[in-house]
């Protein structure tokens, strides 16, 4: 957690989800705790058995490689997160920034990852002209 954002809470990460649905609001604490459902974390309840990315099968599909190293979803990583620049590759930015937002969950929608358990997620800030 410290890696994302070492106030945690705070103040801040308030703002950060104001006004953003409550399945986006879950979904981002879940990935800022490590307690998202993907393989890696399923596993610790026997929930799958193995850890493994099941896309790519090359190492356990924790937060980080399923944002930024997966091979399987580097096209998609190149298209939604080529808005935020180089400092958009780390978690800090991309879980715990404004500008973030659209970009990660669009990533997320592209992926299908996620969508047996949260559907599909609707853009999360519509009123939001200056996010891009």
Known sequence: ???VDSSMPSKEFDALLEG??????????????????????LHRFGRTPDATCPTCLQEPET???YLFACPTYSLH????????????????TLLNSRDALRPLFAYINATGRLRTVFGALPDPCPDDDDTV
């Open 20 to 41: 953003i649905p409550r399945r986006h609001t879950n979904l981002l604490v879940q990935f800022r705790t490590n307690h998202v459902p993907l393989q890696s974390y």
């Open 1 to 3: 957690m410290a890696e």
């Open 77 to 92: 990583r190149a298209i939604h997160f080529r808005t935020l620049g180089f400092s958009g590759r780390t978690l800090r």
């Open 63 to 65: 937060v980080a490689p």
